[in-house]
Antibody
Framework: QITLKESGPTLVKPTQTLTLTCTFS??????????VGWIRQPPGKALEWLAL???????RFSPSLKSRLTITKDTSKNQVVLTMTNMDPVDTATYYC????????????WGKGTTVTVSS | QSALTQPASVSGSLGQSITISCTGT?????????VSWYQQHPGKAPKLVIY???YRPSGVSDRFSGSKSGNTASLTISGLQAEDEADYYC???????????FGAGTRVTVL
């Protein structure tokens, strides 16, 4: 059974850097084709892609946020870490991590999400 | 502004069928068979209900079906039930980005 869980601060100040960790089980990020992605959802708004990392270290980023994002993986800990610099109140959202199976274009299992508020 | 266009809301009575549309371009929906649909109940994470246009993941009710014609994909929910009341998001591979694009979401209300 695949599970993912997001963790990180619930409150960050403007201009600070956000660091979120996705801890997963039930699969390995050393398996060919597997990926873990981050998607966010501002309150009352739509889903928005942030970043995706594949088993082979291939990284994908939202073009509009690429300059602010870093994604890394630690296969020994079964974790994927997302950092977002220069946080702004518009970045207030629920942040989800999710699993990608093989060379497909969908996320088949999602974490429950973690809510991040950006405020001074 | 989302790259894929969905109606803001769709409603139907218990037992009826409803269809949610998702319109894109030839660079996404029209050009590839990589459309997926997600169901999201209030306060919950999204759940995959359709992938690759018309495939259902294991455990998803066969009341959910997907299709595509030209640049428009559709999600049909037949035999509408109370638990189908949720937001639904479409997503598609796009040649314009290295990540897929989402629609703005459709709120389904069961009358």
């Amino acid at each position: 059974q695949i599970t993912l869980k997001e963790s990180g601060p619930t409150l960050v100040k403007p201009t600070q850097t956000l660091t979120l960790t996705c801890t997963f089980s039930g699969f390995s990020l050393t398996t060919r084709g597997v990926g873990v992605g981050w998607i966010r959802q501002p309150p009352g708004k739509a889903l928005e892609w942030l970043a995706l990392i594949y088993w082979g270290d291939d990284e994908r980023f939202s073009p509009s946020l690429k300059s602010r994002l870093t994604i890394t993986k630690d296969t020994s800990k079964n974790q994927v870490v997302l950092t977002m610099t220069n946080m702004d109140p518009v970045d207030t959202a629920t942040y989800y991590c999710a699993h990608r199976r093989g060379w497909y274009y969908y996320m088949d299992v999602w974490g429950k999400g973690t809510t991040v508020t950006v405020s001074s | 502004q989302s790259a894929l266009t969905q109606p803001a809301s769709v409603s139907g009575s218990l037992g009826q069928s409803i269809t949610i549309s998702c319109t894109g371009t030839s660079s996404d929906i029209g050009g590839y068979s990589y459309v997926s649909w997600y169901q999201q109940h209030p306060g919950k994470a999204p759940k995959l209900v359709i992938y690759d246009v018309n495939y259902r993941p294991s455990g998803v009710s066969d009341r959910f079906s997907g299709s595509k014609s030209g640049n428009t994909a559709s999600l049909t929910i037949s035999g509408l039930q109370a638990e189908d009341e949720a937001d639904y998001y479409c997503s598609s591979y796009t040649s314009s980005s290295t990540l897929e694009v989402f629609g703005a979401g459709t709120r389904v209300t069961v009358l």
